[in-house]
């Protein structure tokens, strides 16, 4: 039982690539959500879904797309990465209280 | 709208000493409460949270937290640190009626010899 799994670990993008952050987990939890956090501002939402086929903006959506095909899996992706979206991004899951946590993406941007 | 402030960016602490970590939150409804601990280069870790019941709560690592409503605070104590706490502290609350979690900024703590 491997939770949430997210890959890669760590990627170095350039300014203008595109990247997709894979999230996975396997406990059959309605919600997913991504974050990023960054020195000084704990974690913010991007992007959250309820169920397979339903997604929503978080606080911080803007230069990310998400999509939600089956229960298992959702991925987050930048079309166009920027330099400020440096940051290291988690995928969370939750059936109820508590969340639980991948252990990150480390995406660099340049 | 919900928000949580936790009032010191930074705790240095001699080993074997008491250290409290403050949480404040700011919410119009019912909130579950959380306190997260992340080691360097690692993912989230549940520590503790308070869902309803007691409001002192337990949790692992010998950490403990306290919620007071009418002060709205979710402090975290542990009477004894030792140097493998050394690590980042995150409260953060949930609206009880869905899933909308806010964290705060986190706390740094710093466990000296």
């Known amino acids: 039982n491997a939770g949430v799994t997210q890959t890669p670990k760590f990627h170095i993008l350039k300014t203008g690539q595109s990247m997709t952050l894979q999230c996975a987990q396997d406990m059959n939890h309605g919600y997913l959500s991504w974050y990023r956090q960054d020195p000084g501002m704990g974690l913010r939402r991007i992007h959250y879904?309820?169920?397979?086929?339903?997604?929503d903006k978080g606080e911080v959506p803007d230069g990310y797309n998400v999509s939600r095909s089956n229960t298992e899996d959702f991925p987050l992706r930048l079309e166009s990465a920027a330099p400020s979206q440096t940051s290291v991004y988690f995928c969370?899951?939750?059936?109820?209280?508590?969340?639980?946590f991948g252990d990150g993406t480390r995406l660099s941007i340049l | 709208a919900q928000s949580v402030t936790q009032l010191d960016s930074q705790v240095p602490v001699f080993e074997e000493a008491p250290v409290e970590l403050r949480c404040n939150y700011s919410?119009?409804?019912?909130?579950?409460l959380f306190w997260y601990v992340q080691y360097p280069n690692q993912g989230l870790q549940l520590l503790l949270k308070?869902?309803?019941?007691?409001?002192l709560v337990k949790g692992i690592n010998g950490f403990e937290a306290e919620f007071n409503k009418s002060q709205t605070s979710f402090h975290l104590r542990k009477p004894s640190v030792h140097i493998s706490d050394t690590a980042e502290y995150l409260c953060a609350v949930t609206n009880t009626g869905g899933f909308k979690t806010i964290f705060g900024a986190g706390t740094r703590l710093f466990v000296k010899a």
């Open positions: 919410s119009s409804v019912s909130v579950y």
């Open positions: 879904s309820v169920a397979a086929g339903i997604t």
């Open positions: 969370a899951s939750s059936g109820s209280q508590p969340q639980h």
């Open positions: 308070y869902l309803s019941g007691s409001t």
